[in-house]
């Protein structure tokens, strides 16, 4: 900085110290006696013209004399000083010289403030105000349904935080209080740094201070960790799909070719069956969503919950990196979708789920909560997950009943999903909780009315004797209704088991006298078959399992994409199929893995039986037609079936090398695959 420069800074802050001097002294005094004026340059003039500090200063005085000896006239009488010495420390500028209005208002300003404050702040207020003008002229064209929509299913962003939520209830020296694990946890990120990875940074500066450290924090998602490797997303982004007339935006994340060959090798991993080869691979891509998703899934399996959750939040932090610039406005505002039919985008699905369970066994309710609330609305009409069937437990027990109630009753989603039995019971609890007695009773009556067998089966779980009469012996109608009861009663039952809620339950149920069966219930909606066994599945509750139907549960071959819609939109092609299909992966695969491989195949073949259910097929062909009914009665479609018989021709080719022949011939009343020496 020259010499002149660092002269100009010292006068500027010379005159700001007298400035803020003189406010002082004014507000301290209680006379009007108005000090001597003191002519000084404007603050702007000083910063503008790098050849001469007073070259408009001439120019402006004329002007601004004009204004004194306007503003001094409309100036009212009682306090003439003030009004006088407040014109005076606005400088001479002529940008200042517009309307009385803009004196008037500039004149109520505090003291302190100078022409620099004064024009940050009009800065800063500005973009807010475009904002708020461009929102008020696209909130006319919505319908107020939709504006109670997006308002219930509105994502706060700092709730899906954990570290917020765990620092409220514990305090802030629970959260950052020494963690045992952390020296060690450092140390073998720097040890994964060590190895060499593509787009490492770390230990360039100190920890906390880089920008690396930086972008770990400011994540919509999930906050980074200091001992996370030092990479980048490896061609993870997002991309706006459609600006829809309803004001909400439709976005998918996308893989760059980096990113697909890397989705190759995680199919070949998973092809060759070897949790080695897959912890292998995120040692060299420790931001590839598949793999994480995986491996959390091998250490959950064993038992190491607390990986587990870790790789889940590496994901999570990996998917906010590359969300796209407008993805969190509108997000928040409940405006973001995502087409579910995308397979990059179900990845995002599933890490969210996974994450909501793994939030529940922390009991960090509220923020559970926050994070279902976003996956329904990415999606609030199809729910391809069922979120709505679990999501009122975690708004009770997050002490969240309000936005229980708000979602419950959106017009929107009481079209699409009517009422089903958890949201009917579970808003009879929140308005409980909200000190609305009245209104908790009439809710109850109804869902009562609705769902007798769920009022029944909870005095039954919660052992409430003796039973009202009109509930007595209810059961629900078919597996459908079944599998709906077994799913709310036995997880919500804790949240009836108080005092106020079992009082509530028996009063509504021996004041009524009537009740149906509850067959036909008109509340309930049907839901997609695939969306509920999908739901069950992922809950991990075997004995649900059994309540499935065959046809569709058979459909589940991946834990990384569990049940895909039969439209699914892939936006590239794997040359692997998910299974062992080439003689690169075949090379490291043992024995024993093949014919695991083989058993599993010879299963699903044997399931299928083509040559059972038509007995001349063989010798009279068998046409498309009859050959995809055949398949879907079997419960399952004709891509899996060509994508097993070519794991099997690749499956005879590896055999052959050790020695193994595949015999396809079918003895009477055999399997249809058997392996010789």
């Not at 100009?8 to 005159?15: D, F, I, M, N, T």
């Not at 906390?208 to 450290?213: D, F, K, M, T």
């Not at 036995?490 to 149920?509: G, H």
Request: aromatic share 6%; charged share 30%; with cysteine.
């Amino acid at each position: 900085m020259s010499s002149r420069a660092l002269r100009r800074a010292q006068k500027e802050l010379e005159e700001r110290q007298q400035l803020e001097q003189l406010a002082q002294d004014e507000e301290e005094s209680e006379e009007e006696i108005a000090p001597a004026p003191l002519q000084k340059p404007s603050l702007f003039a000083m910063l503008g013209d790098a050849n001469g500090d007073h070259e408009d200063d001439d120019e402006a005085d004329p002007d601004l004399d004009a204004v004194n000896e306007a503003e001094e006239e409309e100036a009212p009488a009682p306090k003439p000083a003030k009004k006088s010495k407040k014109k005076k420390k606005k400088g001479k500028g002529k940008a200042q010289v517009e309307t009385p209005e803009r004196s008037s208002a500039s004149s109520k300003a505090k003291s302190g403030m100078d022409e620099i404050d004064r024009a940050l702040q009009a800065l800063n207020m500005a973009p807010q105000s475009k904002a708020e003008a461009e929102s008020d002229q696209q909130t006319p064209g919505i319908s107020e349904e939709l504006q109670q929509l997006y308002s219930a299913i509105a994502v706060d962003a700092q709730h899906l935080q954990a570290a917020n939520e765990m620092r409220k209830l514990f305090g802030r020296a629970a959260v950052q209080g020494g963690n045992e694990d952390e020296p060690r946890a450092r140390q073998r990120g720097r040890g994964q740094q060590q190895v060499g990875l593509a787009a490492a940074v770390a230990g360039r500066n100190a920890p906390g201070r880089n920008l690396a450290s930086l972008g770990l924090r400011r994540n919509i998602f999930v906050q980074g960790k200091e001992e996370w490797p030092r990479a980048t997303s490896g061609g993870l982004g997002m991309e706006v799909v459609e600006k829809r007339a309803d004001g909400t935006v439709e976005y998918r994340f996308v893989h760059n070719t980096t990113y697909q060959s890397v989705q190759r090798e995680f199919e070949t991993c998973v092809a060759s069956m070897d949790p080695d080869r897959m912890v292998q691979l995120l040692h060299f891509n420790p931001y590839h969503i598949s793999t994480l998703l995986q491996v959390s899934e091998i250490a959950k399996q064993q038992r190491d919950n607390a990986t587990a959750s870790d790789l889940l939040e590496r994901a999570l932090f990996s998917f906010g990196r590359a969300v796209h610039s407008t993805f969190s406005n509108n997000l928040v505002q409940g405006k973001a979708r995502l087409d579910f039919r995308r397979p990059e985008n179900r990845e995002f699905w599933l890490a969210v789920w996974r994450y909501v369970a793994t939030l529940g066994v922390r009991a960090t309710w509220r923020t559970a909560f926050e994070w279902a609330k976003l996956l329904v609305s990415l999606a609030p009409e199809e729910d391809p997950y069922c979120v709505r069937l679990s999501i009122d437990q975690l708004a009770l027990r997050g002490r969240e009943p309000q936005a229980l109630v708000d979602l419950v009753q959106t017009d929107h989603l009481e079209r699409v999903w009517k009422i089903p039995p958890n949201l009917a019971f579970s808003v009879a609890l929140a308005h409980d909780r909200l000190k609305n007695p009245e209104k908790a009773r009439s809710t109850l009556r109804s869902a009562i009315q609705e769902y007798p067998w769920i009022a029944a089966r909870l005095c039954r779980e919660l052992e409430l004797a003796p039973i009202p009469k009109a509930i007595w012996g209810k059961e629900p109608s078919g597996q459908f209704q079944e599998l709906l009861c077994q799913l709310y009663v036995p997880s919500a039952k804790d949240l009836w088991n108080t005092p106020e809620a079992t009082s509530l339950l028996m009063e509504v149920a021996s004041s009524l006298e009537n009740v149906g069966a509850g067959d036909a219930p008109y509340w309930l909606a049907p839901i997609d078959e695939v969306d509920l066994a999908r739901y069950v599945i992922l809950s991990d509750d075997k004995s649900l399992l059994s309540l499935l139907d065959p046809r569709v549960k058979n459909k589940y071959t991946s834990m990384s994409d569990p049940l895909p819609p039969e439209d699914n939109l892939p936006s590239y092609t794997l040359r692997t199929s998910g299974r062992i299909s080439d003689h690169h992966v075949d090379q490291n695969t043992t024995e024993g893995q093949l014919l695991a491989e083989l058993e599993t195949l010879r299963e699903y073949f044997q399931r299928v039986d083509l040559g059972h259910r038509i007995p001349n097929a063989n010798e009279q062909g068998m046409t498309e037609q009859q050959l995809l009914g055949l398949l879907e009665e079997s419960g399952t479609n004709l891509n899996e079936f060509r994508r097993n018989t070519e794991r099997v021709q690749a499956l005879r080719v590896r055999l052959q090398e050790f020695g193994l022949r595949l015999a396809f011939e079918r003895p009477p009343d055999d399997s249809d695959s058997e392996s010789d020496d």
